[in-house]
């Protein structure tokens, strides 16, 4: 996979956090459980983009 496909990925992740984030803030614990969620599987991914940058380099 390319790099600018992991990070679409991660933007499309995101955008559709973005309805889950609007509830939590209106006081719906499971959409912050799910907004938790989706932020570790953004952070996996942002890693696993470092490293084939990284890995590219070499």
Do not use: F, W
Not at 23 to 37: E, F
Request: charged share 35%.
């Amino acid at each position: 996979m390319s790099v600018e496909a992991m990070l679409q990925d991660m933007i499309d992740q995101l955008t559709d956090a973005m309805k889950d984030a609007a509830k939590h803030d209106k006081g719906v614990n499971a959409a912050g459980t799910r907004v938790r969620k989706t932020m570790q599987s953004i952070k996996s991914a942002a890693q696993d983009v470092r490293k084939k940058v990284q890995n590219d380099r070499s």
